[in-house]
């Protein structure tokens, strides 16, 4: 642990009702124009249950326009949401515009943060090396700053040896974001709290984050709404589209409708599924449960006959591990290695076309092992290192 750092003993504890609160700068946070927590930069800790940790962490950074702080739907919400995926979460409360702060002593707030919770990575119990930031709103530009600007050195930085760890998150996922300080669709709110009496087009175009991406940017997820006229769609579009540019893995989910500032809203049916969007496609990155995979070919007949279109699932034992799905076509199926199972031992589902089978009839068009004959259910295997090609049998 780093020598002037100090955890709170109720960290230790695996039973915890509040969350423990860290300073991110013990003695006095650079820049700082007093004592009081509006000056002082500090994390909330939100470890995973040891029982159901996998190591993985979060920076979560509430959104509110960099005038405020909507810590509750937007911070404490969230962090409870990942410690039931088993990841730990750090719930950043960074410096405002109106108390007197302006960039780059945001960047600086959120760097901090990356760097305190990777140097402290033991005593937290988490992979350096999985180490996320998600930020809502405003806060969803403080996440994209953090990854595209990370080897940015700020002025006023205190150079000690938090500052020496790496600042750059493994996967960052800004949402509703707040990205371009230039375009038409900005916001200018979050502009003047930022930008503050610096606040010129050179340098509103320098914290234009879609100008920032660079191979070298994490993998991206990104949450917007087409009806959000606060934030406007374009942001996310634009971050995206950048992304794309640079050959950095990214997905995007714009839902119709939903207004600006929903957190997670799990409580709206349809809208509330895009973080079991974002759980997925952490745990399909491997971010939740580092697994080695291999590559797999296969071909798949039903009755004899080779599938005319369908796919093959392999899901593991764990939970946390990444999914592979292969797409069958002609009754052959192949997967690399980056894209194929998790070694180990798997459940195989196939899918398939119903008008493969002469009168059988479903509601989709489409049918599973589960519907087989006789018997019915998943087959079961353990993937090797070289797995040998498969033949699935589909009797029905």
């Known amino acids: 642990m780093i020598k002037s750092l100090l955890l709170p003993l109720?960290?230790?504890?695996?039973?915890?009702?509040?969350?423990?609160?860290?300073?991110?700068?013990?003695?006095?946070?650079?820049?700082?124009?007093?004592?009081?927590?509006?000056?002082?930069?500090?994390?909330?800790?939100?470890?995973?249950?040891?029982?159901?940790?996998?190591?993985?962490?979060?920076?979560?950074c509430p959104g509110g326009g960099y005038g405020g702080l909507a810590a509750d739907h937007e911070g404490t919400q969230v962090a409870k949401w990942f410690n039931g995926l088993g990841v730990s979460a750090f719930v950043l409360h960074y410096r405002l515009g109106p108390n007197g702060y302006h960039y780059p002593i945001q960047l600086m707030d959120v760097q901090r943060a990356i760097r305190h919770?990777?140097?402290?990575?033991?005593?937290?119990?988490?992979?350096?090396?999985?180490?996320?930031?998600?930020?809502?709103?405003?806060?969803?530009?403080?996440?994209?700053?953090?990854?595209?600007?990370?080897?940015?050195?700020?002025?006023?930085?205190?150079?000690?040896a938090v500052d020496q760890v790496s600042a750059r998150p493994d996967v960052a996922a800004p949402t509703y974001p707040v990205i371009s300080m230039i375009e038409s669709y900005r916001h200018d709110g979050s502009r003047k709290n930022l930008l503050g009496p610096n606040n010129t087009d050179e340098l509103a175009a320098q914290v234009s984050t879609e100008r920032r991406v660079t191979p070298q940017t994490p993998p991206i997820f990104l949450f917007q709404t087409d009806e959000d006229t606060a934030v406007p769609a374009e942001n996310a579009v634009a971050f995206y589209l950048a992304c794309?540019?640079?050959?950095?893995?990214?997905?995007?989910?714009?839902?119709?409708?939903?207004?600006?500032?929903?957190?997670?809203?799990?409580?709206?049916?349809?809208?509330?599924?895009?973080?079991?969007?974002?759980?997925?496609?952490?745990?399909?990155?491997?971010?939740?449960?580092?697994?080695?995979?291999?590559?797999?070919?296969?071909?798949?007949?039903?009755?004899?006959?080779?599938?005319s279109w369908g796919g093959v699932v392999f899901t593991p034992?764990?939970?946390?591990?990444?999914?592979?799905?292969?797409?069958?076509?002609?009754?052959?199926?192949?997967?690399?290695?980056?894209?194929?199972?998790?070694?180990?031992?798997?459940?195989?589902t196939v899918s398939y076309s119903a008008a493969d089978v002469p009168g059988l009839d479903t509601s989709d068009g489409t049918a599973t092992t589960k519907e087989q004959k006789p018997g019915a259910g998943d087959w079961t295997l353990e993937i090797t290192e070289k797995q040998p090609a498969l033949t699935l049998e589909v009797t029905h």
């Open 244 to 307: 794309r540019k640079n050959k950095v893995p990214a997905e995007l989910h714009s839902y119709r409708p939903g207004p600006h500032g929903v957190g997670l809203f799990l409580s709206d049916p349809v809208l509330g599924t895009w973080s079991g969007h974002l759980r997925d496609w952490l745990r399909n990155q491997g971010f939740l449960k580092p697994a080695k995979r291999t590559a797999i070919s296969g071909k798949v007949t039903i009755n004899g006959t080779p599938v």
């Open 317 to 348: 034992e764990d939970p946390s591990a990444p999914v592979a799905s292969a797409r069958v076509m002609r009754g052959g199926f192949k997967l690399d290695e980056k894209s194929g199972p998790v070694l180990g031992k798997v459940k195989i």
């Open 10 to 60: 109720i960290f230790l504890s695996s039973i915890h009702a509040e969350p423990a609160k860290v300073r991110l700068w013990p003695e006095g946070a650079p820049g700082a124009k007093g004592q009081e927590d509006k000056d002082q930069p500090f994390i909330y800790v939100w470890p995973a249950a040891k029982e159901k940790a996998n190591g993985a962490a979060f920076v979560v």
């Open 117 to 160: 919770v990777r140097a402290n990575a033991k005593e937290y119990g988490i992979d350096p090396n999985r180490i996320g930031i998600v930020g809502f709103s405003a806060g969803g530009h403080l996440t994209s700053m953090a990854a595209t600007l990370f080897d940015e050195k700020p002025a006023g930085m205190t150079n000690d």
